[in-house]
């Protein structure tokens, strides 16, 4: 006996003394007994439920089981793929999109600026160059049925 609920025995020992010290004799006996009526029963509850779950598990369609396994498979495999798509955008492509980024907030607080403002930032600012993006396929968002979202 190493550890009990990581206690050691010296431990152990001196709990049990100071209960003793506290409760008496005859109190500890009582206790004592009813701990042991109350581990047999927990034993009892854990193989019952132990052998409720083993006879469902046995009740079920070894096929359905197996199909959902592999369709989770399927899936996961689908993810990682996904991912690595993800990881593998071009960093000129996220450098352009930065940039188109920019270029539409500086659009934005232009269109917003009043025409005192317009006049003060013309001379001063050059016009937008067009960036062009190459057109790449995203990939589709997967409904999975029994999301909430």
């Known amino acids: 006996m190493d550890s009990f ?19 008496g004799p005859h109190r ?9 009526r109350t581990t047999a029963q927990l034993q009892r509850v854990s193989r019952q439920f132990a052998r409720q779950l083993n006879a469902e598990l046995d009740a079920l369609d070894d096929n359905s089981v197996r199909n959902s396994l592999n369709d989770m498979r399927e899936l ?15 960093k000129s492509l996220r450098n352009q999109s930065q940039g188109l980024l920019d270029e539409t907030n500086r659009s934005l607080e232009q269109s917003s600026a009043t ?10 600012e050059p016009a937008p160059v067009p960036v062009t993006v190459p057109s790449t396929t995203l990939p589709r968002a997967v409904e999975v049925p029994g999301d909430p979202d």
């Open 5 to 23: 609920f990581g206690i050691g025995l010296p431990e152990l020992v001196f709990i049990l003394l100071l209960s003793g010290i506290v409760m």
């Open 28 to 36: 500890i006996r009582q206790v004592a007994h009813t701990l042991g």
């Open 76 to 90: 996961q495999h689908e993810v990682q793929e996904l991912r690595r798509e993800l990881g593998n955008v071009p």
């Open 115 to 124: 025409p005192a403002d317009d006049a003060a930032l013309a001379p001063t």
